[in-house]
């Protein structure tokens, strides 16, 4: 049974920061390539940010260099730090993970398989 367990949400002011994390637990962390994706009321579910068990990472062209994905694979623990946030990052916040995904679908929430609850985060003007 994997499960899959957001932390790190908030309220902060527009320029600040946020560290979210996110625990996987249950299969074996290193195979997984885990995700961020985020979702505003009103608008779809979007993708963030991604890391593979390689350490690669690709992010959202909004991200705009703002926003570092990182792991941990002996915590099995995905960290999105967020600078720079601005209100239109507001949104409620996802963590995916699944040990097959395409390459070329990393970016697609419908490639995940486990999904946490999410966490708020709130950027204030």
């Known amino acids: 049974q994997v499960s899959v367990m957001e932390s790190g949400g908030g309220l902060v002011q527009a320029g600040g920061s946020l560290r979210l994390g996110c625990e996987v637990s249950g299969g074996t962390f290193g195979r997984y390539t885990t995700a961020w994706f985020r979702q505003a009321p009103g608008k779809e579910r979007e993708f963030v940010a991604v890391t593979n068990r390689y350490r690669q990472s690709t992010y959202a062209d909004f991200v705009k260099g703002r926003f570092t994905i990182s792991r941990d694979n002996a915590k099995n623990t995905v960290h999105l730090e967020m600078n720079s946030l601005e209100p239109e990052d507001t949104a409620t916040y996802y963590c995916?993970?699944?040990?097959?995904?395409?390459?070329?679908?990393?970016?697609?929430?419908?490639?995940?398989?486990?999904w946490g609850q999410g966490t708020q985060v709130t950027v204030s003007s």
């Open positions: 995916a993970a699944d040990a097959n995904v395409i390459l070329s679908n990393r970016r697609n929430a419908a490639g995940y398989k486990f």
